[in-house]
Protein backbone atom coordinates (compact mmCIF):
# COMPACT_ATOMS: atom_id res chain seq x y z
CA UNK A 1 0.00 0.00 0.00
CA UNK A 2 1.04 3.55 -1.31
CA UNK A 3 2.28 5.51 2.05
CA UNK A 4 0.40 8.71 1.72
CA UNK A 5 2.39 12.17 1.38
CA UNK A 6 2.24 15.93 0.07
CA UNK A 7 4.61 16.33 -2.84
CA UNK A 8 5.21 19.90 -4.22
CA UNK A 9 6.30 20.33 -7.66
CA UNK A 10 7.95 23.34 -8.67
CA UNK A 11 8.35 24.03 -12.70
CA UNK A 12 5.44 22.87 -14.66
CA UNK A 13 7.92 22.03 -17.86
CA UNK A 14 7.58 17.99 -19.63
CA UNK A 15 9.37 16.39 -17.04
CA UNK A 16 7.81 18.64 -13.70
CA UNK A 17 4.18 18.14 -14.97
CA UNK A 18 4.65 14.64 -15.83
CA UNK A 19 5.76 13.97 -12.65
CA UNK A 20 3.07 15.47 -10.98
CA UNK A 21 -0.04 14.37 -12.93
CA UNK A 22 1.79 10.70 -12.03
CA UNK A 23 1.69 11.19 -8.50
CA UNK A 24 -2.24 12.78 -8.45
CA UNK A 25 -3.12 9.32 -10.69
CA UNK A 26 -1.13 7.08 -8.02
CA UNK A 27 -3.54 8.54 -5.13
CA UNK A 28 -0.48 11.14 -3.78
CA UNK A 29 -1.17 14.59 -2.81
CA UNK A 30 0.38 16.83 -5.00
CA UNK A 31 1.01 20.93 -5.31
CA UNK A 32 2.13 22.43 -7.93
CA UNK A 33 3.75 25.49 -8.20
CA UNK A 34 5.16 27.69 -11.31
CA UNK A 35 5.24 31.37 -12.52
CA UNK A 36 3.23 30.46 -15.82
CA UNK A 37 -0.72 30.90 -15.81
CA UNK A 38 -1.35 28.98 -18.79
CA UNK A 39 0.98 25.50 -17.29
CA UNK A 40 -0.97 26.53 -13.86
CA UNK A 41 -4.76 26.55 -15.89
CA UNK A 42 -3.37 23.24 -17.63
CA UNK A 43 -2.70 21.11 -14.36
CA UNK A 44 -4.94 22.18 -11.73
CA UNK A 45 -7.68 19.91 -12.54
CA UNK A 46 -5.06 17.26 -12.53
CA UNK A 47 -3.64 17.83 -9.21
CA UNK A 48 -4.51 18.85 -5.45
CA UNK A 49 -3.77 22.38 -6.04
CA UNK A 50 -1.99 24.53 -8.31
CA UNK A 51 -0.55 27.58 -7.17
CA UNK A 52 0.45 30.30 -9.46
CA UNK A 53 3.61 31.96 -8.12
CA UNK A 54 7.57 32.60 -8.45
CA UNK A 55 9.06 29.97 -6.68
CA UNK A 56 12.52 32.55 -6.79
CA UNK A 57 10.91 34.90 -4.75
CA UNK A 58 11.33 34.33 -1.02
CA UNK A 59 8.32 36.51 -0.15
CA UNK A 60 6.36 35.05 -2.59
CA UNK A 61 6.91 31.31 -0.92
CA UNK A 62 6.01 32.75 2.00
CA UNK A 63 2.08 32.34 0.64
CA UNK A 64 2.21 28.80 -0.55
CA UNK A 65 1.14 25.80 2.02
CA UNK A 66 5.30 24.72 2.25
CA UNK A 67 4.58 23.76 5.84
CA UNK A 68 2.12 20.77 4.65
CA UNK A 69 5.07 19.59 1.50
CA UNK A 70 6.80 15.72 2.86
CA UNK A 71 8.93 16.02 -0.49
CA UNK A 72 9.69 18.97 -3.24
CA UNK A 73 10.76 18.31 -6.98
CA UNK A 74 12.73 21.04 -8.32
CA UNK A 75 11.61 20.14 -12.12
CA UNK A 76 12.87 23.30 -13.85
CA UNK A 77 16.20 22.14 -14.52
CA UNK A 78 16.79 23.98 -17.82
CA UNK A 79 16.35 27.32 -15.85
CA UNK A 80 19.64 27.08 -13.67
CA UNK A 81 19.49 30.10 -11.66
CA UNK A 82 15.96 29.50 -10.93
CA UNK A 83 16.55 25.76 -9.80
CA UNK A 84 19.28 26.46 -7.42
CA UNK A 85 17.32 29.72 -5.90
CA UNK A 86 14.44 27.57 -5.52
CA UNK A 87 16.20 24.29 -3.42
CA UNK A 88 18.09 26.93 -1.46
CA UNK A 89 14.96 28.87 -0.55
CA UNK A 90 13.06 25.40 0.32
CA UNK A 91 16.13 24.23 2.41
CA UNK A 92 15.75 27.40 4.43
CA UNK A 93 11.81 26.49 4.89
CA UNK A 94 12.62 23.08 6.32
CA UNK A 95 11.26 20.83 3.48
CA UNK A 96 12.79 17.65 4.94
CA UNK A 97 13.17 16.26 0.99
CA UNK A 98 14.21 17.68 -1.63
CA UNK A 99 14.89 16.51 -5.20
CA UNK A 100 16.12 18.28 -8.11
CA UNK A 101 17.01 18.54 -11.68
CA UNK A 102 20.18 18.94 -12.76
CA UNK A 103 21.55 19.84 -16.28
CA UNK A 104 25.79 19.48 -15.72
CA UNK A 105 28.05 17.98 -13.18
CA UNK A 106 28.48 21.96 -12.09
CA UNK A 107 25.16 22.38 -11.81
CA UNK A 108 24.31 18.82 -9.73
CA UNK A 109 26.92 19.94 -7.08
CA UNK A 110 25.74 23.29 -7.02
CA UNK A 111 22.60 21.88 -6.19
CA UNK A 112 23.73 19.77 -3.68
CA UNK A 113 25.85 22.56 -1.79
CA UNK A 114 22.28 24.30 -1.84
CA UNK A 115 20.34 21.82 -0.19
CA UNK A 116 19.33 19.22 -2.74
CA UNK A 117 18.76 15.75 -0.72
CA UNK A 118 19.19 13.91 -4.36
CA UNK A 119 19.73 15.39 -7.58
CA UNK A 120 18.64 13.64 -11.17
CA UNK A 121 20.68 14.71 -13.74
CA UNK A 122 18.65 12.98 -16.34
CA UNK A 123 21.10 13.92 -19.78
CA UNK A 124 23.81 12.68 -18.33
CA UNK A 125 21.92 9.22 -16.45
CA UNK A 126 20.26 9.08 -20.42
CA UNK A 127 24.17 9.26 -21.92
CA UNK A 128 24.78 6.99 -19.46
CA UNK A 129 22.00 4.20 -19.97
CA UNK A 130 22.42 4.52 -24.12
CA UNK A 131 26.22 4.00 -24.15
CA UNK A 132 25.80 0.81 -22.01
CA UNK A 133 23.27 -0.49 -24.05
CA UNK A 134 24.87 0.42 -27.33
CA UNK A 135 27.68 -1.77 -26.27
CA UNK A 136 26.05 -4.50 -24.33
CA UNK A 137 23.38 -5.54 -27.21
CA UNK A 138 22.23 -8.02 -25.08
CA UNK A 139 21.28 -5.72 -22.20
CA UNK A 140 17.64 -4.30 -22.71
CA UNK A 141 17.18 -1.92 -19.55
CA UNK A 142 19.03 -1.68 -15.99
CA UNK A 143 18.68 0.24 -12.44
CA UNK A 144 21.16 0.48 -9.76
CA UNK A 145 19.68 0.14 -6.73
CA UNK A 146 22.87 0.60 -4.74
CA UNK A 147 25.76 -1.27 -3.37
CA UNK A 148 26.56 -2.48 -6.25
CA UNK A 149 22.84 -4.34 -6.58
CA UNK A 150 21.12 -3.96 -9.72
CA UNK A 151 17.67 -5.36 -11.44
CA UNK A 152 18.48 -6.11 -15.25
CA UNK A 153 16.33 -6.77 -18.14
CA UNK A 154 18.57 -9.06 -20.75
CA UNK A 155 17.96 -11.42 -23.52
CA UNK A 156 18.28 -15.21 -22.42
CA UNK A 157 22.04 -16.35 -22.92
CA UNK A 158 21.93 -18.75 -25.59
CA UNK A 159 23.50 -21.05 -23.34
CA UNK A 160 19.96 -21.32 -21.21
CA UNK A 161 18.13 -21.80 -23.94
CA UNK A 162 15.80 -25.08 -23.47
CA UNK A 163 16.95 -25.01 -19.85
CA UNK A 164 14.31 -24.63 -16.90
CA UNK A 165 15.21 -22.23 -13.96
CA UNK A 166 15.55 -25.15 -11.68
CA UNK A 167 18.15 -26.60 -14.16
CA UNK A 168 19.96 -22.86 -13.96
CA UNK A 169 19.94 -22.81 -10.01
CA UNK A 170 20.62 -19.12 -10.31
CA UNK A 171 19.71 -18.08 -6.80
CA UNK A 172 22.34 -20.93 -5.43
CA UNK A 173 25.53 -20.65 -8.21
CA UNK A 174 25.08 -16.49 -8.40
CA UNK A 175 22.79 -15.35 -6.23
CA UNK A 176 20.51 -13.99 -8.25
CA UNK A 177 16.41 -14.07 -8.34
CA UNK A 178 14.64 -13.95 -11.70
CA UNK A 179 11.85 -11.49 -10.94
CA UNK A 180 9.72 -12.32 -14.48
CA UNK A 181 10.53 -13.27 -17.82
CA UNK A 182 8.84 -11.18 -21.03
CA UNK A 183 7.87 -13.54 -24.20
CA UNK A 184 7.11 -12.84 -27.43
CA UNK A 185 3.91 -14.43 -28.68
CA UNK A 186 2.64 -14.13 -32.17
CA UNK A 187 -0.59 -13.60 -32.08
CA UNK A 188 -3.47 -13.05 -35.16
CA UNK A 189 -5.40 -9.35 -34.36
CA UNK A 190 -9.32 -8.62 -35.60
CA UNK A 191 -8.15 -8.29 -39.20
CA UNK A 192 -6.11 -11.97 -39.18
CA UNK A 193 -2.51 -10.46 -39.23
CA UNK A 194 0.03 -11.65 -36.84
CA UNK A 195 1.29 -9.23 -34.65
CA UNK A 196 4.29 -10.06 -32.23
CA UNK A 197 3.13 -9.52 -27.92
CA UNK A 198 5.14 -9.55 -25.07
CA UNK A 199 3.60 -11.69 -22.55
CA UNK A 200 5.15 -11.26 -18.73
CA UNK A 201 5.51 -14.71 -16.98
CA UNK A 202 5.83 -15.06 -13.49
CA UNK A 203 8.97 -17.42 -13.27
CA UNK A 204 8.69 -20.78 -11.68
CA UNK A 205 11.09 -23.95 -11.59
CA UNK A 206 9.92 -25.21 -14.19
CA UNK A 207 9.70 -22.43 -16.43
CA UNK A 208 12.02 -23.41 -19.72
CA UNK A 209 13.86 -20.47 -21.57
CA UNK A 210 13.47 -20.48 -24.91
CA UNK A 211 15.04 -17.98 -27.42
CA UNK A 212 15.03 -14.67 -27.85
CA UNK A 213 13.43 -14.37 -23.58
CA UNK A 214 14.09 -11.30 -21.55
CA UNK A 215 14.92 -12.20 -18.25
CA UNK A 216 14.02 -9.76 -15.64
CA UNK A 217 16.80 -10.74 -13.13
CA UNK A 218 18.20 -8.50 -9.69
CA UNK A 219 21.53 -9.20 -8.13
CA UNK A 220 25.21 -7.91 -7.60
CA UNK A 221 26.80 -6.73 -10.97
CA UNK A 222 29.30 -9.26 -11.11
CA UNK A 223 27.22 -11.98 -10.69
CA UNK A 224 25.06 -10.50 -13.61
CA UNK A 225 28.65 -9.81 -15.69
CA UNK A 226 29.14 -13.42 -14.93
CA UNK A 227 25.97 -15.06 -16.80
CA UNK A 228 26.01 -12.45 -19.40
CA UNK A 229 29.89 -13.85 -20.12
CA UNK A 230 31.71 -10.34 -19.29
Keep these: MAVDKVFG??????????????LAQRGQTVITVDNNSDKIEKIKNDVTQAILLDSTDEDALNNAPLENIDTAIIGMGDEVEASILTTALLKKYGIPHIIARATSDIHEKVLKQVGASEVINIEIDEALRLSHQLTNPDLIDTMDLGENQQIVSITVPDSFVNSTLEELDLRNKYNLNVISIKRAETKIDEMGNPTTEHDTILPEPSTKLRANDIIVMAGSAESIDKIRGK
Design 9 to 22: IFGLGTFGSKVAKT
